[in-house]
């Protein structure tokens, strides 16, 4: 009703068959424009229209929901990862500048339930659910700031990429599938993306989409000596995936380990650490106590919601 008003698709008092069947005429981009006069706070919900379950027929692209249906990937071989500090994109915003971020610090607890998506819970619910994440990541109360965030990034993170990842991880490994490649990338390339959300380019680490600046050229074309290094080091990792289904096929000068049991492996690729830095290192258990506790907040999401 709202998008119909917003877009004078709607006349007071008609039936909303008819505010619909205009909408259906109205250009997409139109119709994408409006989707941030429906966020409550900064950019939150940070996904006001969620995919819909279609009624079954050959043409539907979603008839069951992910959680509970089967992985439809097991016979081929997938290539996955994540950045170190993804959930920079939440957090960066909220950090770079003071005024935000004490803000941001009274009214956090309100803010959990908008920001990661159990608003719709029951207010007992919500609140337990508040109270375990402060007890995780907050032990120490609200204390972050531009040097000393890391635990307000890493809540970010888990909640937005790093449960969602190790939950199809896990599904997958539990079966008998095709090859699985997982990467955690952790080197900072010169032009990293937080450079679109602030010029304080010091403060941050590796952020979401940075393996993109990895990939492709920078606009300014600055790199540094092992931004070259490992640049060109994934783009051929990336090309023998396509070609022969495996990133360091034999002869290659390093040796990418497939996943092949839950918790899973990975590759680092690259290092925070100038001192300690390589192009891959094969390592396990990432994040695990981290992701043990957003399986508990999801149960207890799933749990509210059949309730």
């Known amino acids: 009703m709202k998008m119909a008003r917003n877009l004078k698709c709607h006349i007071e008092g008609e039936d909303l068959t008819k505010s619909i069947d205009r909408l259906k005429k109205v250009d997409v981009f139109e119709i994408l424009k409006q989707e941030s006069t429906f966020y409550e706070w900064m950019y939150y919900p940070i996904c006001p229209f969620q995919p819909v379950l279609e009624n079954k027929n050959p043409k539907a692209f979603i008839d069951e ?24 994109l939440g957090s960066a915003p909220i950090l770079v500048n003071k005024e935000s971020t004490e803000s941001f610090k009274k009214e956090v607890r309100e803010k959990y339930p908008l ?8 207010e007992e619910l919500q609140e337990r659910i508040k109270t375990e994440i402060d007890e995780f990541y907050f032990k120490d109360g609200h204390n ?3 040097n000393n965030h890391q635990n307000l990034t890493n809540l970010f993170s888990d909640a937005f990429f790093v449960s969602g990842f190790d939950e199809y991880l896990e599904k997958r490994l539990s079966q008998k599938s095709a090859e699985t490649y997982v990467y955690i990338l952790d080197h900072k390339p010169t032009e990293s993306m937080i450079n679109l959300i602030t010029e304080d380019n010091e403060s941050f680490g590796v952020t979401h989409g940075d393996e993109t600046r990895m990939l492709f050229p920078f606009p300014s074309g600055r790199y540094s000596e092992k931004d070259i290094l490992l640049r060109e080091a994934m783009v051929k990792m990336w090309v023998n995936f396509a070609t022969y289904g495996n990133p360091t096929p034999s002869g290659s000068h390093s040796k990418w380990k497939p996943a092949t049991e839950y918790p899973w492996n990975y590759a680092r690729l690259g290092s925070r650490d100038l001192n300690n830095w390589y192009i891959l290192d094969n390592e396990n258990n990432f994040a695990r106590e981290r992701i043990e506790f957003w399986k508990k907040v999801n149960s207890m999401i799933s749990e509210g919601e059949k309730q």
């Not at 089967?70 to 920079?88: A, T």
């Not at 920001?115 to 029951?122: A, P, R, V």
């Open 144 to 146: 972050y700031d531009l």
């Open 115 to 122: 920001m990661f998506g159990f608003d719709h819970l029951k």
């Open 65 to 88: 929901l992910p959680r509970e249906s089967g992985v439809n990937s097991l016979d081929i071989p997938v290539m996955m990862g994540i950045v170190s500090d993804e959930g920079l």
